[in-house]
């Protein structure tokens, strides 16, 4: 996932040189038996660049293109471009444009100067490239009208498919590039050292590799295909993808995310068997709640049973339980008749009358509560889950397979996956054991310290203070804590939020409570009630807080 937060956009290029010295070095330490002649060949060839090419190149590759006007280059940390470019297009990683289309032109000028070029004018850049696309008889005469008035080069990097596969060898996927850890150099991130072991590695080898690059470009094919509206041919790639032998089952996971997707529009299109086998062939939610629901709309209510039965037995995640839970009484219904009555859920709720203010309801509800308790915190989805984080530190930065590629995670790849609990199984049953007969009170807040401004997902470092941390845990028993963070590490994904708003603490280990505050008009979401049954279930103290305007 990319960083929330975003680097200035214009960063002097040495920046981006060092942070891609550090990919390198990192894929190289990981990767290097895997490579290929071409890939190792690029490695020693931007090695040889002098500074300044080195630091154009990756400022290149790190923008949108692929051509640039090398007129329009400023970098006046490198100094002069053209001895840059130079350098780049005689070591084979630019090339020199031999012609552009109009699109091409259009991306690299402004609609003025295109108008200067063409002596035309139009409302919009869109209208005026399609009168250039007119006289513009061949992309050789676009280029030629470009550079005379320039009297500059048009480039693009070279090797950017070789940039490519390095990127994703050192992220674990196509989503993240360069600007997703530059924060680090500048303080804004601190990492926790975890190890990288080449032993545990995403891609074990290079045959893992290339199923995972054959599954991204079927991937790219069926974003083609969606975009275009080309049904004819989703339905001839969802055929091919249901005959495709998966070559590597380290991959399994990205292929069971495309046969969902494409699934999907399948059921859109009306192609509920082709739908259906596709998601026959998916380990991954939604696939198994989509075909009960496809069951029961084709009226084969008996495989819609039977599937809600084996979700019941053995759900893959919330989403999915709630999910069957909801078909299968109306299956059943079909199947055998009779009715079922709907439970109706019955969670603890007081009434509020407070006057309309400025404040958030929620801060309003706590200033109200807080002469019946000895403190009550706002604290929402951030403190239940950063006592999980805390408790379960080493365990989330485990090294596990495929879990860990770069420096710069801040949790692990599979941290939301739903095999996230399985992968760890026997560390997390030890730790379980462990925290069963450690006082928490002292654990969490050791904790807190030993990892406070380290990066992770689950600890929000500028909201939960040791001060709160140590309150928490001397008040919530251990056995609530520890039976929520199994919760959790069932579906880590969904069961991080749903939390109530508030935690109201008392002076004594057990006198607490925790309050979801609901101002008029505003309802339950399911995470919400998914929890505040499991604390009905549990014995674990929590109420529904309803608002109503005073001055209404």
């Known amino acids: 996932m990319p960083s929330p937060h975003r680097p200035p956009a214009e960063l002097p290029p040495f920046y981006y040189r060092e942070n891609f010295h550090k990919l390198l070095d990192t894929v190289e330490g990981q990767y290097g038996d895997l490579l290929l002649p071409e890939e190792t060949g690029f490695l020693e060839a931007y090695r040889r660049l002098g500074f300044d090419a080195q630091c154009l190149y990756v400022r290149l590759i790190s923008r949108v293109g692929p051509w640039f006007r090398e007129l329009r280059l400023h970098y006046p940390e490198l100094g002069a471009i053209t001895p840059a470019v130079d350098d780049l297009l005689q070591a084979g990683l630019a090339e020199q444009a031999a012609g552009l289309s109009v699109e091409d032109l259009g991306g690299l000028c402004s609609v003025a100067e295109l108008s200067t070029l063409y002596a035309t004018r139009a409302a919009d850049k869109a209208s005026l490239l399609q009168q250039i696309s007119q006289v513009e008889s061949s992309e050789t005469g676009a280029l030629d009208t470009l550079i005379a008035a320039d009297c500059a080069r048009v480039i693009a990097p070279a090797k950017t498919d070789v940039v490519n596969l390095l990127q994703l060898l050192f992220f674990g996927n196509r989503r993240q590039g360069l600007t997703d850890f530059v924060l680090s150099d500048l303080g804004v991130a601190r990492y926790y050292p975890y190890a990288l072991d080449r032993g545990q590695r995403l891609f074990p080898r290079r045959e893992t590799l290339e199923a995972y690059l054959d599954c991204a470009a079927c991937e790219d094919q069926w974003h083609v295909l969606l975009e275009q509206g080309d049904e004819k041919g989703i339905r001839e790639l969802a055929v091919a993808m249901s005959c495709t032998a998966i070559r590597d089952p380290a991959v399994q996971h990205r292929w069971d995310r495309l046969y969902n997707r494409v699934a999907r529009q399948l059921e859109r299109m009306g192609e509920s068997q082709l739908a259906l086998t596709l998601y026959s062939l998916s380990q991954r939610h939604p696939a198994r709640e989509r075909s009960a629901r496809l069951f029961e709309k084709v009226g084969a209510h008996s495989q819609a049973e039977q599937l809600c039965e084996t979700i019941e037995a053995q759900p893959w995640c919330e989403d999915e339980r709630d999910a069957s839970r909801r078909i299968l009484p109306r299956v059943r219904r079909k199947l055998y008749g009779g009715s079922t009555s709907r439970r109706r859920d019955q969670f603890d709720q007081f009434v509020l009358s407070l006057p309309h203010s400025d404040v958030r309801v929620e801060r309003q509800v706590a200033q109200k509560l ?183």
């Open 370 to 552: 807080s002469g019946d308790w000895q403190q009550v915190r706002y604290v929402e989805n951030q403190l239940m889950t950063a006592l999980f984080g805390l408790a379960f530190w080493e365990q989330i930065f485990a090294p596990v397979p495929g879990a860990f590629n770069n420096p710069y995670q801040s949790v692990p790849a599979d941290m939301y996956e739903q095999d996230f609990a399985a992968n760890r199984r026997e560390l997390l049953d030890s730790r379980l054991a462990e925290l069963s007969t450690l006082s928490l009170d002292v654990e969490l807040p050791n904790r807190w310290r030993s990892y406070q401004g380290f990066q992770c997902r689950w600890v929000n470092w500028r909201v939960i203070s040791e001060e709160l941390v140590t309150n928490a845990a001397a008040v919530i028993p251990r056995e609530h804590l520890l039976a929520i963070w199994q919760r959790i590490l069932f579906d880590p994904r969904e069961n991080r939020r749903g939390f109530p708003d508030l935690l109201a603490l008392g002076s004594r280990p057990g006198d607490y409570q925790m309050i979801e505050v609901k101002g008029p008009g505003d309802t339950l979401q399911d995470s919400q009630k998914r929890w505040l049954r499991f604390f009905r279930e549990q014995g674990i103290p929590a109420a529904v807080a309803h608002v109503q305007w005073s001055d209404d």
